[in-house]
C-alpha cells in the first residue's frame, strides 16, 4: 500500500467533471442554467461539431465583475447561495460552485463578462486547470463562456464521446429542455456556423408548439390543477400522438428539468387505460412545490430530486393527468389559455 496522501486540484476537479461534464451536452446545460440564473432574457448558443470542439454560450444577464472573474472557475465557489437554509430552498438552477471549475479542468476554456458597473468587459482563460488573470475585452453586458476541445487532456475520456450528429442530438435535447422552462427568455441555436432553432419570447403555449411543433399542441390536453402546495400544469398527448420512445417527455419542477421514477410511474398509470404498452406517452408538465416539498441536491447533475411526500405526489400527478385526458375535447386547438 502506498502511503495516503490529499489529490491535487486538478485531478479532484477532473474527477468531479466526470459526474458534472458526461459530453458537451452536460457542459451545454451547465453553461445555460448559469445564464438563467444572471437573469438573461437573452441567449445564444453555438456549437460546432457536436459541441465537441466549440460550446459557447452567450447572454445578457448581470454578468461578473472582474474581480470576482478568477472566483468563478474556483472549486466550490458560487454566489448563490451561502448558508444551510439558503441550500434548503434554492430558488436558483445552480449551487454547488463547480460547473465552471469542474469544465475548465477538462477543456480550454475562455470567459468574457461585463457587469453592469464594469466599465468594460473583462476576459479570463483557463487551460487544464491554470488561469490566466484578467484582461480587459470588449462586450455588451452578459457573458459568453466558449469550452474548447473538451476532454484534450483526458484521452481515456475522450474515447466515450460519440458521433458528431449523436453529440449534437444530446446538445439539442439539453436545448430543449431548458428552452421549453423559460418561455420568457429567447433563444438561438447554432450548429456549425448553421442557425438550428431561433426562438422569440413567447408564453408557455407558445413556446411549446415552438418546441414541440403544432403537431403535438394540437394533440394535446391541457392540463392544470392545484392542491396544497402542489400545482402541476402543461400539455399532454393523446394517444395519436404517441411515440415510439420516451423522447417528447419534459417534466419539470419548480422550473428545473428532472427524471424521476416516481413521477414516471404516475404518468405511465394515468395513461394506461389508453395507450398501449409499447407505446410511450408525450407531454410537457410543469410541478409547482412549495414549502419545501422537494430537495434538489441529490446528485450533481440535478436532474434528480427528492420529494418529501411521495405518496401523495403520486397521487396527485395520476389524478391530474387522469382527469384531463378524459376531456379530449379541451386540446391545444381549443382557446383555453395555459
Ligand atoms: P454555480 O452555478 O453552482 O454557482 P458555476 O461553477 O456554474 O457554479 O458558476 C460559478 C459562479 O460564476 C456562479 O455562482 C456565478 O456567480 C458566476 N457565473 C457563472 N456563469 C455566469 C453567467 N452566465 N452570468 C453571470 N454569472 C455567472
Ligand atoms: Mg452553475
Known amino acids: ?125 483557463a487551460e487544464a486547470g491554470r488561469f490566466t488573470p484578467p484582461e480587459p475585452a470588449a462586450f455588451a453586458q452578459g457573458t459568453a463562456v466558449e469550452m474548447r476541445d473538451l476532454y484534450f487532456n483526458t484521452p481515456a475520456r475522450r474515447k466515450f464521446l460519440k458521433t458528431e450528429a449523436t453529440e449534437f442530438a444530446h446538445c439539442e435535447s439539453v436545448f430543449k429542455r431548458i428552452a421549453l422552462s423559460r418561455p420568457s427568455v429567447g433563444f438561438t441555436l447554432q450548429h456549425n456556423g448553421t442557425v438550428r432553432s431561433h426562438l422569440r419570447t413567447a408564453d408557455a403555449r407558445l413556446r411549446i408548439a415552438a418546441v414541440l411543433g403544432d403537431e403535438f399542441s394540437q394533440a394535446s390536453v391541457f392540463v392544470d390543477d392545484q392542491a396544497a402546495d402542489l400545482r402541476l400544469w402543461g400539455m399532454a398527448a393523446l394517444p395519436a400522438y404517441s411515440r415510439s420512445s420516451g423522447d417528447a417527455q419534459y417534466f419539470f419542477v419548480n422550473g428545473r428539468f428532472v427524471r424521476d421514477k416516481l413521477v414516471a410511474h404516475a404518468l405511465r398509470e394515468a395513461y394506461r387505460d389508453i395507450l398501449h404498452l409499447d407505446r410511450h406517452p408525450a407531454f410537457v408538465l410543469f410541478l409547482e412545490i412549495n414549502g419545501g416539498g422537494v430537495d434538489v441536491n441529490v446528485h450533481p447533475s440535478k436532474t434528480e430530486v427528492r420529494f418529501r411526500d411521495p405518496r401523495a405526489l403520486h397521487q396527485f400527478i395520476f389524478h391530474t393527468v387522469d382527469k384531463a385526458l378524459a376531456m379530449p375535447h379541451l386540446t391545444g386547438g381549443a382557446a383555453v389559455p395555459v
Do not use: C, Y
Not at 15 to 30: D, M, N, Q
Not at 58 to 86: F, M, Q, V, Y
Open 1 to 125: 500500500m502506498n502511503a495516503i496522501q490529499p489529490l491535487p486540484d486538478l485531478l479532484i476537479s477532473q474527477i468531479a467533471a466526470g459526474e458534472v461534464v458526461e459530453r458537451p451536452a452536460s457542459a451545454l446545460k451547465e453553461l445555460l442554467e448559469n445564464s438563467l440564473d444572471a437573469g438573461a432574457t437573452e441567449v445564444t448558443v453555438q456549437l460546432f461539431q457536436g459541441g465537441v470542439k466549440l460550446v459557447r454560450v452567450a447572454d445578457n444577464g448581470a454578468g461578473i465583475s472582474g474581480e470576482d472573474l478568477p472566483l468563478a472557475l474556483a472549486r466550490h465557489a458560487t454566489s448563490k447561495i451561502r448558508t444551510l437554509e439558503d441550500l434548503q430552498n434554492v430558488p436558483s438552477l445552480g449551487f454547488r460552485g463547480e460547473a465552471l471549475a469542474s469544465i475548465a479542468s477538462v477543456s480550454r476554456l475562455a470567459l468574457v463578462s461585463r457587469s453592469a458597473g464594469d466599465k468594460h468587459a473583462w476576459r479570463i482563460e
